[in-house]
């Protein structure tokens, strides 16, 4: 039909890999020009495969809810729906690279990119026959079995293995006689040869066969219903419980798994125990990719049961966890806890605490990479529950050159609770990174502990002050009367009252905390104010009042009633709620 | 067109139920006579259903296309509990070679009795123009029956059953020469082959269950491979399957036995016992199963059911045979199904390491004998349904004096003893008899007297030799 007008459908919607049927290379067929009824119905079916095709490309080219996708799927089942009103069945004769109607092409062409027709004769599709009251969901499926059949390994399935599965109820297609295709072997063509001999020569002359004597039966005997033997026969079955059976198996998956942990204790041969392996090995990533920890869970159990009672089989089953413990099967299942999927953690948690000997090395690689919190708290709950994470492998990463490696192993040596960490925290301390410094300030304050605290005070030192803040916060909060003098030695330094007002607050709450009445000359002086050169600046002051308020000794208390009738408003002020403070606390002692 | 409108879930379900009442009529009316209440009270529920949506909507028209059923053109959906009823029904009117029916406003319920009965009752010679004339000639005139719509095989379907069994011998044949030479299985050949198995099994279940009384013991494997498909699909058919699961199982039990290549063949057909170490090997044969298919790659659900199949097919219903197990709590529907369609199979097959093997009756009888125990009792009865207690290839003795290859069951439950038998031997050779047929005064005027055994003969094929004229 070269040179006709192109049907409307086909201008309707442009996208990918849009053409004509003209440009498409739709021909007239052998006989020329058909009449007009015939040239309506040649139109329709033009149009109904151009629709077909479009619908093919965008399916193939974007996702099912694309609206592309979507609308050209609409616009294929209307057409359909439109030809098939008309002409009642549309049938299409499946060529190598078109589809004719009748005896007219009504697609195809060389140079078609995706040509449908094409792909559907590869797989030995000869006809489609499309059938009045086809339904929007027949169309859908027909359209992605169509894209499915493209990406499937073709060894395995082909089109019309598809096809049938999908058990249309408006579509008949043919398909070619599977003998005609296939590899030639050794006897090929005599099987089928000795068959129909064999069928052909019983069923034709059954008189020449020996039958021997005949057993006698009759009523009430074997053969009969009247047998009580026979009452199972009459015995009614439910389709539904059968229905139903099925439906509750296991998943298949599962029930393979366990055929192969049969034959991986049972098999005889190294091949067959190797292959088993890995098929195990298979089904344990699939079920770890697809979040199913609990089918996982229940195989890693089975697995090492069998290890214990089955010791000639530990080598292939250690092989096997080992496997699934590595941090490439690991990393998705734990960081996609940082998605949508935080729910999933206490599964996870529980698989990774079963697998956790073969594990944790995965899990200490992995934290190094943690970013998120739900991920970092499922590896440190796995890592520190029971015995937890043998420390060489959390320690073995101290060194590494990326801080934040660093950082995730201090932050495990602080949640394993070993008091052998602080040794390793001490190294920490004095890492580059201010961050790692103040992981590590958090993790000893985590151990506690002389060593700890000693360690802890020192920080106070630390060149930044976020490291300062935190490890003044942390002897606040260990109350370590011990760390009083070198908290006040950094208060009375002379570049203290240069320091950030928030640094200046924390260091004299700390100093409230941890401080005996030894300190309150230094205070006095300090709030005060008057130096030899200038005042105090006011943070200073309102400093000293606040850490008299927190250490609440009845000296602190009269010298806070004095300072709360002082010249200034803020500082008596500040007087009065520390003294406040400061009575709220002696109650409570 | 836009998106079907979503239909009202009341209309489905009424068009459901009507399906299902008049499905549940036709199969009462082959079991009871019409004054029976249970036929009675089927009648009247259809009935009411009929008048009320005839004089709600008009005329009704229930059709069918590819074992789909649409009520006034709009498809029923079914789940699969529904499977089972739809197929009766479906192959009900199949039989006839009626397409569609159409109940017309006013029907009687005399008219429709009439309708179920004339329908229900033919056998198996009958046609659409026999049963049109049959029911004019009984006054059912509110009822009017169309022929199918045009399908897509365009094969003589008399020819269909043999080339079907024919090219899974021939599959087999090029499985066994794959897997020898170490190379890839072709699955998707196999899909095609066993999926065509399926189609013609959903025609008629007889054409290819009669084909497995052929056994060959030199291609063994072949045929054996072959018969426990068919054997299979045909239980889960019964079972009421659907068409996907069909496949499933078709091709599980297709490959059940492909470990057996793996088995020395001196050790296979070694005429006499077997030693501990052959036995062995022997009992090996379902681990090689997994093993050759797991080396295939390409582990598909239905691969990977037939694995399972092809490891659980010798391990009884009570969880004895073999391979021991170590954990494994229980069998799988499919392979349960596989292991009474292979026994059944291997007992009745000539071997050359026995001198006679059991008949087909013997080997129903050892599989109701083993109910329970190595078999699924519930899969039992209806196994036995499905073939009779004279399983096709049966070749027993008439009380007429002739001898006679039984065919095919007999119809309908209480008909499993008396089957539809072809003489072979003695007088009217190659006529069929339907020893279920009682004369006027309600008796059998032909009954089953003996059962031969033609042992390493072999079987006689359970059809009509015309029927193989295209072959």
Redo the contacts between chains.
């Keep these: 039909m070269s040179g006709q007008e192109e049907p409307p459908s086909a201008r309707a919607m442009a996208q990918p890999g849009d053409e004509s049927p003209a440009q498409m290379g739709v021909r007239s067929g052998p006989l020329g020009r058909p009449d007009s009824d015939e040239r309506a119905s040649h139109d329709l079916a033009t149009e109904a495969c151009a629709a077909l095709y479009r619908a093919y490309r965008a399916a193939r080219f974007y996702p099912a809810n694309h609206p592309v996708a979507v609308e050209s799927l609409?616009a294929l089942?209307?057409t359909?729906?439109?030809t098939l009103d008309e002409i009642g069945?549309l049938k299409l004769t499946v060529m190598p690279e078109a589809f004719l109607f009748g005896d007219q092409a009504v697609f195809g062409g060389d140079g078609i990119r995706d040509n449908i027709a094409e792909l559907m004769f590869r797989d030995?599709i000869r006809?489609l026959?499309f059938?009045r009251?086809i339904?929007?969901?027949e169309v859908s499926e027909f359209v992605w079995t169509l894209v499915r059949a493209q990406e499937i390994?073709?060894?395995?399935?082909?089109l019309?293995?598809i096809l049938?599965?999908c058990?249309?109820?408006?579509l008949?297609?043919?398909?070619t006689?599977?003998?005609l295709?296939?590899?030639d072997?050794?006897?090929?063509?005599q099987?089928?040869e000795?068959?129909?001999a064999?069928?052909?020569d019983?069923?034709?002359h059954?008189?020449h066969?020996?039958?021997?004597?005949?057993?006698?039966?009759?009523?009430g005997e074997?053969?009969?219903?009247d047998d009580p033997?026979?009452s199972?026969?009459?015995?009614e079955?439910s389709?539904?419980a059968?229905?139903g059976?099925?439906?509750n198996?296991p998943d298949?998956?599962f029930?393979?798994l366990?055929?192969?942990?049969?034959?991986l204790?049972?098999?005889?041969t190294d091949?067959?125990v190797g292959?088993?392996s890995?098929?195990i090995s298979?089904v344990l990533s699939s079920y770890l990719d697809w979040g199913e920890f609990g089918s996982l869970t229940l195989a890693v159990r089975?697995l090492q049961?069998?290890s214990e009672?089955?010791p000639a089989r530990s080598t292939e089953i250690t092989g096997i966890l080992d496997g699934l413990a590595s941090p490439d099967a690991l990393r998705k299942s734990i960081f996609e806890l940082d998605g949508k999927l935080a729910e999933r953690r206490p599964q996870l948690e529980e698989l990774l605490y079963l697998l956790r000997h073969a594990a944790y090395p995965s899990l200490v690689e992995l934290l190094a990479e943690a970013g998120g919190k739900t991920s970092r708290k499922c590896i440190l709950n796995v890592c520190t529950m029971g015995e937890g994470v043998p420390l060489p492998l959390v320690t073995a990463k101290m060194n590494d050159p990326r801080w934040y490696v660093v950082r995730n192993m201090v932050f495990m040596l602080g949640a394993l609770g070993d008091p052998e960490a602080g040794s390793h925290l001490e190294g920490a301390l004095d890492h580059p990174d201010e961050r790692v410094r103040r992981e590590a300030v958090r993790s000893l304050s985590g151990l506690g502990g002389p060593r700890a605290n000693y360690l802890i005070t020192s920080s106070l030192t630390d060149p930044a002050p976020s490291v300062r803040i935190l490890a003044a916060r942390a002897l606040a909060r260990l109350g370590q009367p011990d760390a009083a003098a070198a908290i006040l030695t950094q208060i009375t330094s002379k570049d203290f009252p240069g320091r950030d007002d928030t640094e200046v607050e924390v260091f004299f709450e700390a100093l409230g905390e941890v401080a005996d009445d030894r300190a309150l000359p230094f205070l006095q002086d300090l709030w005060g104010g008057k130096t030899f050169l200038r005042s105090k600046p006011m943070a200073i002051r309102l400093g000293a009042l606040k850490a008299m308020g927190r250490m609440a000794t009845p000296e602190a208390m009269d010298i806070l009633a004095r300072a709360s009738r002082a010249g200034d408003e803020e500082l008596r002020r500040q007087a009065r709620r520390s003294l406040l403070e400061a009575e709220r606390r002696a109650a409570n002692r | 067109?836009?998106?079907?409108i979503a239909r009202d879930t009341a209309t489905d379900a009424f068009e459901r139920r009507l399906v299902h009442m008049l499905s549940g009529a036709l199969r009462t009316a082959e079991f009871h006579e019409r004054d029976n209440q249970v036929a009675v009270e089927g009648v009247d529920g259809l009935y009411r259903a009929l008048r009320e949506r005839t004089e709600t909507l008009g005329a009704t028209a229930i059709s069918t296309?590819?074992?789909?059923v649409?009520v006034d053109?709009e498809?029923v959906r079914m789940?699969?509990?529904d499977?089972?009823?739809l197929t009766s029904f479906i192959k009900t009117l199949d039989r006839w070679g009626v397409g569609s029916l159409t109940v017309l406003p006013g029907i009687t319920r005399d008219e429709l009795t009439a309708f179920i009965y004339g329908v229900a009752r033919g056998r198996r010679d009958g046609d659409l123009a026999t049963l049109q004339k049959r029911l004019i000639r009984d006054n059912v005139r509110s009822v009017e029956l169309g022929a199918p719509?045009?399908?897509?095989?365009?094969e003589d379907p008399e020819s269909l059953p043999?080339?079907t069994?024919?090219?899974c011998?021939?599959?087999?044949?090029?499985l066994h020469?794959?897997i020898v030479g170490n190379r890839?299985?072709?699955?998707?050949?196999v899909?095609?082959?066993t999926?065509?198995v399926v189609?013609q099994m959903m025609r008629d279940e007889y054409a290819l269950l009669a084909?497995t009384t052929?056994k060959?013991f030199?291609?063994h494997l072949?045929?054996h491979s072959t018969n426990v498909a068919v054997l299979s699909v045909a239980l889960g058919q019964r079972?009421?399957?659907q068409?996907?699961?069909l496949?499933e199982l078709c091709l599980a039990a297709f490959m059940h036995d492909l470990g057996k290549i793996a088995v020395p063949k001196g050790i296979l057909d070694k005429p006499g016992t077997l030693d501990d170490h052959e036995r062995e090997e022997i009992n090996?044969h379902p681990?090689?199963s997994?093993?050759i298919l797991?080396?295939q790659g390409?582990?598909?659900?239905s691969?990977?059911?037939a694995?399972?199949g092809g490891?659980?097919h010798h391990i009884n219903f009570d969880m004895s045979g073999y391979?021991?197990?170590?954990?494994?709590k229980g069998l799988?529907?499919f392979g349960r199904i596989i292991t009474l369609a292979d026994r059944f199979d291997a007992i009745s097959t000539p071997r050359v390491y026995r001198e006679t093997s059991f008949t087909p009756?013997q080997a129903i009888?050892h599989v109701?004998?083993h109910?329970g125990t190595q078999f699924d009792?519930?899969l039992?009865?209806?196994f036995?349904?499905m073939i009779g207690?004279?399983p096709p290839g049966t070749?027993?003795?008439l009380s007429s004096g002739d001898?006679a290859?039984s065919i095919q069951p007999g119809q309908g439950?209480?008909s499993?003893?008396r089957p539809l038998v072809r003489i072979?031997?003695g007088n009217d050779?190659g006529v069929s008899r339907d020893l279920s047929e009682t004369d006027d005064a309600g008796d059998y005027p032909l009954?089953?007297?003996?059962?031969?055994?033609?042992?390493n003969?072999?079987l006689?094929?359970a059809?009509?030799?015309e029927s193989?004229r295209h072959?």
């Design positions: 609409d089942s209307q359909f729906a439109r069945s030995g006809s026959t059938h009251g339904e929007h969901e390994g073709r060894e395995e399935q082909d019309a293995t049938w599965d058990d249309f109820a408006h008949d297609y043919s398909v006689d599977p003998l295709e296939g590899d072997w050794e006897g090929k063509g099987v089928l000795r068959f129909r064999d069928l052909l019983k069923a034709a059954p008189e066969i020996d039958l021997g004597t005949p057993t006698a039966t009759g009523p074997a053969g009969s219903l033997a026979n199972i026969i009459m015995q079955f389709s539904e059968i229905s059976q099925l439906e198996e298949v998956l029930e393979f366990e055929v192969l942990t049969e034959v204790v049972t098999g005889s091949e067959e292959s088993a890995k098929a298979d089975r049961s069998i009672t089955t | 067109m836009s998106r079907p296309r590819n074992r789909h649409f053109g498809r789940g699969a509990s499977y089972l009823n719509t045009e399908e897509g095989f365009a043999v080339r069994y024919g090219s011998l021939e599959v087999m044949g090029e020469t794959a890839q299985i072709r699955t998707r050949r899909r095609r082959v999926q065509s189609d084909l052929i060959r030199d291609d072949f045929s079972l009421g399957l068409k996907s699961q496949g090996q681990i090689h997994v093993h797991l080396n390409n582990l598909s659900q691969t990977l059911r694995i399972i490891f659980e391979p021991l197990l170590s954990h494994k799988t529907l009756h009888r109701i004998e109910a009792p519930e039992v009865g209806v036995v349904r207690l004279y070749v027993v003795g001898v290859v439950d209480r499993v003893d072979i031997k050779i009954s089953i007297v003996g059962v031969y055994n033609p042992g003969e072999g006689f094929p059809m009509d030799p193989l072959f």
